[in-house]
């Protein structure tokens, strides 16, 4: 994979502008006024490294990892051999570097930082789609996501199988209970969101079968089920008649999620893929060069 062609995978609403702000905020954080360790090194000394995993992964953060060594040495070089969305085994080699030895060195930690938790997040997803790929319910992340990453974690979801709900609160609208509660009742909000906002763009959160029949009767074209049981899922399915896109949500682990499925539902949201990860173990070797 060349340096030209990393950023020709990513979703429309992620380029190399915004990573590269993203990874600029970083760098700052870590580094501040300067990195004290790495100037122990004679300036202009100039190193390799390779970073291999020590897990069985999916990839994902390519992006980031360049922008952090760009940032700091624009005449870093690098040899890919894995692009995001790969399955990778422990002990495999991801990239050659060769650069700046002091540069190489402050980018080490915030390189493997967001490529440890965006690869988590993919192999995560990766996981859930797999159970479910014979079936057409899609997994969904939602908007429980780290903050600062958050657009960094809905492409590692993409990157593993799943699909993204709504980006934030600005590109769609969720009717949750509370909501609801505010506005009276749910025939009541769902018009006040019709007046202002397509259709499609509009879902409400439902929790009993009940409630589900007031949706529909009010127009909605997009219900969220929250915490239903199976029993009732199958019940939602057969009420609904494909009349709304309906989606599970609640109580949705890697042992329930196939059962959620086929109860016949179209999606399956699930805040773990981007809050309940653990980091994928990296590490960066690194080689002075003569």
């Known amino acids: 994979m060349t340096q030209s062609s990393i950023y020709q995978t990513l979703p429309p609403y992620l380029n190399a502008v915004l990573i590269a702000e993203q990874v600029k905020a970083i760098l700052q954080e870590d580094i501040g006024k300067g990195d004290l360790t790495a100037d122990l090194i004679p300036s202009g000394t100039r190193a390799s490294a390779t970073i291999i995993s020590r897990e069985q992964a999916v990839i994902c953060g390519c992006a ?12 870093v070089s690098f040899d890919w051999h894995v692009k995001d969305g790969d399955l990778v085994q422990p002990n495999q080699t991801l990239v050659a570097i060769e650069g700046d030895a002091r540069a190489m060195l402050s980018a080490e930690r915030p ?54 709900q709504r980006l ?67 019940k939602a399915v057969t009420t609904t008649q494909k009349r709304a896109l309906l989606e599970a949500s609640g109580n949705v682990d890697l042992t329930t999620v196939r059962a959620i499925a086929e109860t016949g539902v179209d999606r399956i949201s699930i805040g773990g893929l981007t809050k309940h990860i653990q980091a994928i173990d990296l590490s960066m070797r690194i080689q002075m060069q003569l």
Request: proline content about 2%; aromatic content about 6%.
């Open 64 to 75: 980031w990892v360049e922008q952090c060594f760009t940032q700091l040495d624009p005449a």
């Open 111 to 164: 390189a493997l930082n967001f490529l440890q938790t965006l690869s988590a997040v993919a192999t995560h997803t990766r996981q859930y789609a797999e159970l479910i790929a014979d079936l057409p319910a899609k997994v969904l992340d939602t908007r429980k996501t780290l903050p600062g990453l958050r657009l960094a974690q809905k492409y590692a979801v993409l990157t593993g199988g799943g699909a993204n």
């Open 168 to 234: 934030a609160l600005y590109d769609g609208i969720l009717i949750k209970e509370n909501h609801i509660t505010a506005a009276g009742s749910i025939a009541s909000v769902l018009k006040a969101a019709f007046d202002i906002c397509e259709t499609e763009n509009i879902q409400i959160e439902v929790e009993t079968l009940d409630e589900l029949q007031q949706a529909l009767d009010a127009g909605a074209k997009s219900i969220l089920l929250d915490n239903f049981t199976l029993n009732d899922l199958r």
